[in-house]
């Protein structure tokens, strides 16, 4: 049975877009916490969901999966997961997948992009049908004797730390059991809600690469051996010590389906939080260059080219990024396609981008879907340019963020290629 | 010309005697050789005076198939350099923190040193094949030299592995800081000896870059709350000596080709322990998927048996080889030009390997060549199977290495293959 489940039950999985922050703690992510998908998942109907054009998709209506990052294009917000079924892991072949314009990266409990992850990866995905099938950048009846997920289109994608800090768990160490550097830990995932079901204990590997950080050390295996806390040899109990765990894969012997191998160990909370902000800053670095994505809800044209453009910020950045935006601030839009990248950046996306003046900053009332900040930014431009239409992706960014170039892949050029800007899923090796 | 006879490598940090020697800078060196580009031939390692030498941001990776792209560096606007295919010879090395790596180890954006030379047989290429002369070609806004037809990679390197190899470290002039941000003026110099000519390179970091100091990851808020680094304005650090890891962002202004300090080693302490970390992950890496060769020599008896003699390839840590003894039962399958096992993968590469023993280790005189061991095996098996014949590439491995099975898209699946998993055609690289 593969580890494939739908979230119907999510219906209450909404996210506050005053929630859908890093909390100053670093600790609180930007997501409601919730019941584990996997377990709920099981139970429910399967209803394959597709999302519309312009509309954030209710949450309840993904499927979560989880699988090892194996290959990232992370120009075009794609890549591949090797999906985790109950058998041979090895045998699972890469899966195609792509991010919704509004879908969301989460590393180490802060918001990120593809280029950030690390290959081998374990990942936890939540995703729907392409909303768009003959313009997917991914395939969309993947061909293979495994059932592969048709839901390939991701609104989420994050790793196992993120997961567990944005529901609320923690790894309970149990034992551990050493020979030559190597060996095996005892652990379970467990929840701060009493009521939640139980994860089955898990038998994870760990050996002399694993890094455990400790506050702001970042310490081997061999340092905590010879610090007395964990055997040179044999087995320990480890007391059920809390910790969060960064998963990957390695193959392993003795006919085993599947087992994760510890990449990471965070200790302490002051490790976390430390890891959290390094993740933050890589990735407000990179908004601020590559500019804030959104959808265009409304445009009200003028005259001569005048317009007032209505967006909606997408969701799960850091919140410093948001309150950039203010009222009667300058900035600029431009068009972008579903893969976020920038139309016309040959000379740099602000040279052909729509400048103006922000008239306003709008918090939605109520609860943001998943992929939405919540925030609307009114926008009015003396010079509307292309693109720039209702239920369109485009990037805005205030005056104040740095006006650098882009890298070439980053953006279109001069959009005479069809591919360039729909780009085709024949990257994707077929597997037999 | 780099001289063979002395491209070893002497590090006094690195924990172990790598396959390489000091030596003068390949670059360098390079820029003074006449241009004549150069085709290594099938089952001879090429000489290294005839690679030619480039640096470039790690944009994209197949690592698989053991191909990607770079963002190779000219004099002109380095972000408008559009990504360049590059393969890995079957013998190239990858290098990451000063220790041997696979290319899924190495993170997007990192920027590495090249030794390359032309595709060994341009109608297989796995990337596109250019003209000869193409690294003269300035067409549209390409600059000279960041497309050469020399895509096929003998070595690549990150800044800290191309530093410990050719003797050399970062020297730390003036750093100016605003909001944990700023620029850093620093010279690579040899360690010992004169340090030359030198140029003050201006290098970017900010509130990501890491700062690793014994088994400490620092961040710069915590050398600035140390007093080392001021808050805000100027300080000199001379003459502080250091090893950096550089990546590249976009940089505002009209700045042409400056880098981003990633990661900085303060230490020799620090140093070992990322080196450490890396050789200890590859020699997992290795021991589940074969020591990679050329064979030299296949003498055939009858019914199958034969006895085959390899020469190991090079670059790997000396634990590795030190695990090939005479005497021992071993195994080998063959594999194709991207490594890739050929043969039984779905069933493990164990499967349909021919099976035998070791029957000598010889280190063969002289000087190994870049890429070679200069270890030489000679493994006798009673079922020789296809895949080893001379000058094709094989992987073997004593029989304690652990017997795992690889993941799907690191072998091909036997009979079932298509062409294009033997040969990847360079079909899935954008052109812009």
Request: hydrophobic letters at 40%.
């Amino acid at each position: 049975m593969m580890f494939l489940v739908r979230c119907s039950w999510l219906k209450t999985f909404v996210v506050l877009g005053s929630l859908f922050l890093v909390a100053g703690s670093l600790n609180v992510a930007g997501f409601a916490a919730n019941e584990e998908p996997r377990t709920k998942n099981q139970e429910q109907v399967a209803v394959p969901f597709r999302p519309e054009n312009g509309k954030f998709p209710p949450l309840d209506k993904s499927v979560a999966y989880r699988g090892e990052l194996v290959f990232v294009d992370h120009a075009t917000r794609r890549g591949s997961l090797r999906v985790e079924f109950k058998s041979e892991f090895f045998r699972s072949p890469p899966t195609p997948f792509a991010m919704l314009p509004y879908g969301m990266v989460r590393y180490h409990g802060a918001p990120a992009d593809l280029r950030d992850i690390p290959l081998g990866t374990i990942m936890n995905i939540r995703a729907f049908l392409p909303p768009d099938p003959k313009n997917s950048s991914v395939v969309t009846t993947p061909n293979h004797w495994y059932p592969l997920p048709l839901e390939n289109h991701a609104i989420l994608i994050e790793d196992e730390p993120s997961l567990c800090l944005r529901e609320g768990k923690t790894w309970k160490l149990k034992e551990v059991d050493l020979q030559n550097n190597q060996g095996i830990v005892l652990a379970t995932r467990d929840s701060q809600d009493a009521a939640a079901a139980k994860d089955p204990e898990e038998k994870l590997t760990i050996d002399s690469t694993t890094r455990f950080w400790r506050g702001r050390e970042s310490l081997s295996l061999a340092d905590l051996v010879a610090e007395g806390t964990w055997p040179a040899s044999g087995k320990k109990s480890l007391g059920g010590q809390s910790a969060l765990l960064g998963l990957i894969w390695k193959p392993c012997p003795d006919g085993i389906f599947v087992r994760y191998h510890i990449s990471d160990v965070w200790l302490d909370d002051k490790a976390t939080q430390r890891a959290i902000q390094s993740q933050t800053e890589v990735h407000m670095s990179l908004i601020r260059s590559r500019w804030m994505p959104a959808f265009v809800d409304k445009v009200e044209y003028g005259k001569f080219g005048r317009a007032t453009v209505t967006v909606t910020l997408f969701g799960g950045m850091d919140p410093s990024l948001y309150a950039d935006f203010k009222k009667d601030g300058t900035g600029a839009i431009n068009g972008a396609e579903n893969t976020l990248k920038h139309a016309g950046g040959s000379y740099g996306p602000a040279h052909m981008a729509s400048k103006g003046t922000i008239l306003e900053v709008i918090k939605t009332p109520g609860v943001a879907p998943m992929g939405s900040s919540g925030i609307q930014v009114r926008f009015e431009t003396d010079l509307i340019i292309e693109g720039i239409r209702p239920g369109r992706v485009v990037r805005i960014r205030p005056s104040g963020w740095p006006n650098v170039y882009i890298p070439r892949e980053e953006f279109l050029g001069e959009g005479s290629k069809i591919e360039d800007r729909f780009p085709r899923p024949d990257i994707f090796p077929i597997y037999r | 010309m780099a001289r063979n006879s002395s491209f070893i490598v002497l590090c006094s940090w690195l924990l172990a005697v790598c396959a390489f020697a000091a030596n003068e800078e390949p670059k360098t060196k390079n820029q003074a050789q006449v241009a004549v580009p150069f085709r290594p031939e099938a089952g001879k390692f090429p000489a290294l005076e005839n690679a030619h030498s480039y640096r470039g941001e790690l944009v994209f990776v197949d690592h698989a198939n053991r191909r990607g792209s770079l963002r190779i560096q000219g004099v002109g606007s380095f972000r408008r350099n559009e990504p360049h295919p590059f393969a890995l010879l079957p013998y190239g090395m990858v290098r990451y923190h000063g220790a041997p790596a696979d290319l899924r180890d190495i993170p997007l954006g990192t920027m590495m040193h090249v030794l390359a030379y032309l595709p060994p047989d341009p109608k297989n290429s796995a990337v596109p094949v250019l003209p000869i002369n193409n690294k003269e070609n300035t067409a549209g806004f390409r600059d000279r030299g960041t497309a050469p037809a020399e895509n096929h990679i003998l070595l690549l390197e990150d800044e800290p592995s191309y530093d410990l190899r050719t003797g050399k470290a970062w020297k730390l002039g003036e750093v100016v800081l605003q909001n944990h941000a700023g620029l850093m003026v620093a010279t690579r110099e040899p360690t010992q000896g004169s340090p030359g000519q030198t140029t003050d390179e201006t290098m970017t970091f900010d509130a990501s870059t890491r700062v690793w100091r014994g088994r400490e990851c620092l961040g710069i808020e915590d050398l600035i709350a140390e007093g080392t680094w001021p808050a805000e304005g100027k300080k000199s650090l001379s003459p502080q000596v250091v090893q950096l890891g550089l990546t590249w962002k976009p940089t505002a202004g009209s700045v042409f080709n400056r880098f981003h300090i990633a990661d900085i080693w303060i230490d020799d302490a620090a140093m070992q322990r990322a080196t450490q970390r890396q050789t200890k992950a590859y020699e997992a890496f290795i021991r589940s998927r074969w020591m990679p060769a050329w064979i030299d020599a296949v003498e055939y008896g009858k019914f199958g048996r034969a006895t085959v003699t390899v020469t190991l390839f090079g670059g790997m840590p000396p634990a590795l080889y030190a695990d090939f003894k005479k005497g021992i039962p071993a195994m080998m399958n063959g594999v194709e030009q991207t490594l890739k096992h050929t043969e039984g993968g779905t069933a493990g590469p164990s499967q349909m390997s021919a099976r035998g023993v070791i029957l000598d280790v010889t280190k063969v005189h002289g000087e190994a060549p870049i890429g070679s061991s200069g270890i030489q095996i000679r493994f006798e098996t009673d079922l020789i199977t296809e895949g080893l014949r001379p000058t094709r590439v094989v992987r073997l491995r004593p029989a304690d290495w652990p017997d795992v099975h690889v993941p799907r898209e690191e072998y091909i699946n036997g009979g079932s293959a298509r062409m294009d998993e033997r040969f990847p055609t360079p079909a899935i690289f954008p052109k812009y």
